[in-house]
C-alpha cells in the first residue's frame, strides 16, 4: 500500500525567504506526482505535475524535482511572500490512476 | 485548465436525511470520476472511483450502501449520503480526470454538516 509522507508538516518562514517541502512515498512505481496548495476550507489547486520520466517541472517561482527510485520529491518556493500561505500537498498517481495525498505542510509567511 | 464543479459548496441538514452532492466536467468528459472526503487538518482520503456507465469502485472501509455514487454521463457524477449523521459530517471533494493528459482535476468541495 502507497503511503506519502510530507516533511515538516508546519512551517513558519519570513516573507523573502526561500523554503523547501519534502514528500517521500513508499512506493516508486507512480505514474506521476502533483503538488497542491489548499486554502482553509477550500479546494484543491494544482501548482505543477511531474510525470514520471520526468526529474523537474517550474512555474514560476515554485520549482518541484522527483527522484522516483529514491521515493522523494521536493517543492522549491522562492522569495516566499504572504499570499503563499497555505497548506501544501502532495500526491503520487499509482494503478487505478488512483491519487494517493500526503499529510501535508501548513506553510505560513509572516511579514 | 480544465474546471470542475460541486454542488452544493456547503449544506447543512438533519441526521437521517440524505444529501446528494454533484460533480460535474464544464469543458471535458470524463469517463472516471473520484471522491474523497477530508477531516478537519487532515489529507484527502479517496472513498470511491465513480466509472461512467458502470458501477463504482469503493475503497476497503467505506460502505457503498451509506455513500451511493452514480455516474449517469460523461459530465456528471453525484454521491449521495444516505441517512447522514453527524460522523459523516466531512469535507468531500471530487475530482475528473482529463485522459489526454491523464490528469485529475479537482473540484472546490462540498461541506457538509451533519446536526
Known amino acids: 500500500k502507497q503511503e506519502v509522507t510530507q516533511i515538516p508538516a508546519a512551517l513558519s518562514v519570513p516573507e523573502g525567504e526561500n523554503l523547501v517541502l519534502n514528500c517521500s512515498f513508499t512506493d516508486s512505481a507512480i505514474y506521476n506526482l502533483q503538488w497542491f496548495r489548499q486554502d482553509p476550507g477550500k479546494g484543491l489547486t494544482s501548482l505543477l505535475l511531474?510525470?514520471?520520466?520526468?526529474r523537474e517541472q517550474t512555474s514560476g517561482r515554485l520549482n518541484a524535482s522527483l527522484d522516483k527510485s529514491s521515493g522523494r520529491s521536493t517543492l522549491y518556493i522562492a522569495a516566499s511572500q504572504p499570499g503563499d500561505s497555505a497548506t501544501y500537498l502532495c500526491a503520487v498517481t499509482g494503478g487505478g490512476n488512483k491519487l494517493t495525498f500526503g499529510t501535508g505542510t501548513q506553510l505560513k509567511v509572516e511579514l | 485548465g480544465a474546471v470542475v464543479s460541486q454542488h452544493p459548496s456547503w449544506v447543512i441538514c438533519k441526521s437521517g436525511t440524505s444529501v446528494k452532492i454533484e460533480c460535474r466536467s464544464l469543458d471535458f468528459q470524463a469517463t472516471t470520476m473520484f471522491w474523497y472526503r477530508q477531516f478537519p487538518k487532515q489529507s484527502l482520503m479517496l472513498m470511491a472511483t465513480?466509472?461512467?456507465?458502470?458501477?463504482?469502485?469503493?475503497e476497503q472501509g467505506v460502505e457503498k450502501d451509506k455513500f451511493l455514487i452514480n455516474h449517469a454521463s460523461l459530465t456528471l457524477s453525484t454521491l449521495t449520503v444516505t441517512s447522514a449523521h453527524p460522523e459523516d459530517s466531512s469535507f468531500y471533494i471530487c475530482?475528473?480526470?482529463?485522459?489526454?493528459?491523464?490528469?485529475?482535476?479537482f473540484g472546490p468541495g462540498t461541506r457538509l454538516t451533519v446536526l
Open positions: 465513480s466509472n461512467e456507465g458502470s458501477k463504482a469502485t469503493y
Open positions: 511531474i510525470q514520471s520520466s520526468q
Open positions: 475530482s475528473a480526470r482529463e485522459e489526454r493528459y491523464n490528469e485529475q482535476f
